[in-house]
């Protein structure tokens, strides 16, 4: 018998529809790895089931979780994007209700951002869980492991963070432990578990993110050099894993901390990365650019080293200097995503997403662009007080500016973010399912405002994308940069229509049928 399973969960069918096959990313799982190395540096043993790289259905990843025979089952469903904690819940109560149906003397066990977001609400709604960890989960797990009943109540209620259900059926929430500080992160989080995961050749990276490597999508690997975000975004819930307070009306940005580790002991892994044949690298932190003792000292070890990297990071516009973009391309930088959001500086600023007063976005973009690095940029639709004039001056905006590559966003109420709070206050519909929190599934569910529905929204949102990346100027200028296999990727991309579970009002909503680029 081991000690621990981490399992990741596949349900990419349900969240990503048609893209699931070939196009969406198939990313390592940060966090499962992270926690499995965690517990083994104290002596525990555990192993990783990725049931998404391995691409294997419920079935199939019930029937392996049982010959691992390990004394507890942790289901863990973080995600490297706002939205994927929540949509990953979809796949891992499934395989949990499945599993415990079939062995109800196991103990299952749930970390990551959606249940530190809902604690309770998610143990009343799912019986087979037995506990789920509150926050990052790293001293809850510990302090769980070395519980040897665990089913001796007394003892779980002294397990900080670990939230719980007692003899009598009643969920008793324990105090939230302590996150992991910065002095501890090398010594707590040593790393990630990487000789537990498959090849890296199961992991596959995003269609764009691709283009700079002749469209070669295989291996693929993806780390955290910092964890957490000094700022306080209205729609994005990544900080609610550091919240220290119980109660109602808690949300991620009551958490906002920001952590990282050594640029030295960073460079271990883009070692190990290099050693595997590795090319593509996802760094995951919610924002790379933000710390340039940080940043910039990583991306010198690296170009000491000669490594040849096709890594992606992300930045804010008003992070992201001049000075640091020679360093950024000479280590393998070869794509930003910005998160521009809206070019409109009052939504920005309803949103928290201000401080860009004094950045002009178009010559950053251009900046960038000319350090030959591409920039992928992200917009959001539906933020509070936005309307049918202002998504679509968001729209001319990102047409005007034709970066590489775009995405388009529905405002989402992810748990855990002050979007959730407000639309908990104010009575607007929230998802039902689990996958309704993803942006591609067939019932995703977007907020509405007071001046558009969610399907308006998301009627907007999905014309916007289409017409943006079938405009034959655009589909010119990426096969000028990247070839014409990438220009037949998007091509290939774009011809998937995804089906929306959507009201009749939503009809009536038009939009051009080109645009220019």
């Not at 998404?52 to 995600?79: L, P």
């Not at 995503?337 to 949103?351: M, Q, T, Y």
């Not at 662009?369 to 968001?394: E, K, R």
Request: proline fraction near 4%.
């Amino acid at each position: 018998m081991i000690d621990i399973l981490f399992v990741h969960s596949n349900a990419s069918v349900k969240i990503y529809q048609g893209l699931a096959k070939n196009n969406a990313a198939i990313e390592p799982p940060i966090w499962a790895a992270m926690l499995a190395n965690s517990v083994r540096a104290i002596g525990y043993d555990a192993q990783i089931l990725d049931a998404e790289a391995e691409r294997i259905d419920y079935v199939e990843t019930v029937k392996r979780i049982s010959e691992y025979d390990a004394r507890i089952i942790c289901f863990v469903v973080y995600g490297q994007q706002p939205s994927a904690s929540s949509q990953n819940m979809e796949g891992a109560c499934k395989t949990a209700l499945e599993f415990k149906n079939l062995h109800p003397e196991s103990f299952v066990l749930f970390v990551g951002a959606h249940v530190s977001a809902l604690p309770r609400e998610t143990m009343e709604s799912h019986n087979f869980i037995d506990a789920l960890c509150q926050n990052e989960g790293v001293y809850t797990l510990r302090d769980l492991l070395a519980v040897k009943n665990l089913n001796d109540e007394f003892i779980l209620s002294s397990v900080k963070g670990l939230v719980f259900r007692n003899f009598q059926g009643d969920v008793l929430m324990n105090a939230p432990s302590g996150i992991v500080p910065s002095n501890r992160l090398e010594i707590d989080l040593p790393g990630m578990a990487w000789d537990l995961l498959p090849s890296l050749k199961k992991y596959r990276t995003a269609g764009w993110h691709s283009w700079s490597n002749n469209s070669e999508k295989e291996p693929f690997a993806a780390l955290y050099t910092s964890l957490g975000c000094p700022y306080r975004c209205s729609f994005c819930m990544i900080n609610i894993i550091n919240r220290t307070k119980q109660g109602e009306g808690i949300s991620a940005a009551d958490s906002n901390k920001f952590r990282h580790w050594s640029p030295e002991f960073i460079i271990k892994q883009f070692d190990y990365f290099a050693s595997q044949g590795v090319r593509n690298v996802k760094i995951a932190d919610e924002l790379f650019v933000l710390k340039p003792r940080h940043f910039m000292a990583i991306c010198e070890i690296i170009k000491q080293r000669g490594y040849d990297f096709n890594i992606w990071a992300y930045s804010r516009v008003d992070t992201c200097k001049s000075e640091y973009l020679d360093a950024l391309a000479s280590a393998g930088v070869k794509w930003l995503g910005l998160g521009i959001e809206n070019p409109d500086e009052v939504l920005r600023k309803e949103a928290h997403k201000d401080g860009f007063v004094d950045v002009k976005i178009k010559d950053l973009i251009n900046r960038i662009q000319a350090a030959g690095i591409s920039v992928g940029a992200n917009y959001i639709f539906g933020l509070p007080h936005d309307t049918q004039a202002s998504m679509q001056n968001t729209l001319d905006f990102a047409i005007e500016n034709s970066t590489d590559m775009v995405n388009f966003y529905s405002a989402m109420a992810y748990p855990g973010s002050p979007l959730y709070i407000d639309a908990k206050k104010n009575g607007i519909k929230l998802p039902s399912t689990y996958s309704g929190y993803s942006q591609h599934s067939y019932d995703s569910l977007n907020t509405s405002n007071e001046n558009l529905t969610s399907a308006e929204i998301l009627k907007f949102r999905d014309k916007a994308w289409n017409n943006y990346h079938t405009n034959p100027a655009y589909l010119l200028q990426l096969e000028k940069k990247f070839g014409i296999a990438s220009r037949k990727e998007l091509e290939q991309t774009a011809s998937i229509v995804l089906k929306r579970k959507i009201p009749v009002s939503y009809t009536h909503l038009t939009l051009p049928t080109i645009y220019s680029v």
